[in-house]
Each structure stands twice: as C-alpha cells, then as structure tokens.
C-alpha cells in the first residue's frame, strides 16, 4: 500500500502547474485519493460530490461510490451488531433518511425512538471441499502464469 501511495504522491508532485491548473478535475481525484488514504470515509463522498464531474468521468465517479458505499455497508456489517442512523449515514456519505432506507433494504431493522439499526449478518458460508482434479488444473494454471 505505501508503495501505491508514494507513488502517486511523487506522480502528483510532477505534474506540471499548469496541467494541475487546466484540468481542475485531476484534483478533484487526488482529494478523493488523499480521503481514501486517511480512511476519511465520509470525506471520500464529500470530495466525490462536490466536483461538477465532465460527462468522460461522471457515469465512473457514480459508479465509483456505489462501490464504495456497497464496500462501506459491507464493513459495517462486520464491525457492528448495532449502530446508529447518523453514524451510517456518516460512513455511507448519505442523508440519515437514505442511509436508513439503504440499510432496511438490505435486511437491517430500524428502533425509529432509539434512531438505531439492527445489523443483519450474512449467513455464514460452508466451505466447499476442493476435489483433487479441480486443485490439479490449479496448480497448472498457476505454474503455466508463473512460467
């Protein structure tokens, strides 16, 4: 991960003043990288959405924070049994009324007197047991990659 971030540190500090000062939205995603960096995760959609975006990058920067928010959710249904509307809706970048119409909406029951929602853990998965043929075709696989 350093590595990545080092290098667009270095790849931002050569650019040209002047391509930093014609393309405002080279910018805009170097704030959207910083806020992912720090896990400023709130800053990420703040950064995302209030950039008026070109029509070359809109349809990627939408695309870009539905994933992000689907990686969001799917954090906080990891770390929490219980959370609050307004800490979702901090997290997700949303308003409390989205953030808890989301969350509903993919299972989470909401306490409306407490603002609070219930996470819904997903059911835990069974491993499946690899057969012998399916590692051998792996392990082709890999060794034709490697070579």
């Known amino acids: 991960m350093t590595l990545s971030r080092n290098s667009a540190r270095f790849f931002w500090k050569s650019l040209p003043q002047e ?11 170097w704030r959207i990288g910083q806020c992912l960096w720090k ?26 924070l539905e994933s992000y928010r689907q990686r969001i959710f799917k954090l906080l249904t990891s770390a929490y049994s219980t959370i609050r509307v307004a800490d979702v809706a901090h997290f997700m970048g949303m308003s409390e009324e989205d953030a808890t ?11 409306a007197a407490a603002k609070m929602l219930t996470v ?16 051998q075709r792996l392990t082709e696989c890999v060794f034709h990659l490697e070579n």
């Open 19 to 29: 391509v930093k000062d014609t393309r405002p939205e080279l910018a805009a995603v």
């Open 39 to 64: 896990r400023d995760y709130a800053g990420v959609n703040t950064a995302a959405q209030g950039f008026e975006w070109g029509p070359d990058l809109a349809d990627f920067i939408t695309a870009f």
């Open 101 to 111: 119409n989301y969350a509903v909406q993919n299972g989470w029951s909401l306490d």
């Open 120 to 135: 819904k853990k997903p059911k835990s998965q069974t491993n499946q047991k690899l057969d012998a043929s399916k590692l």
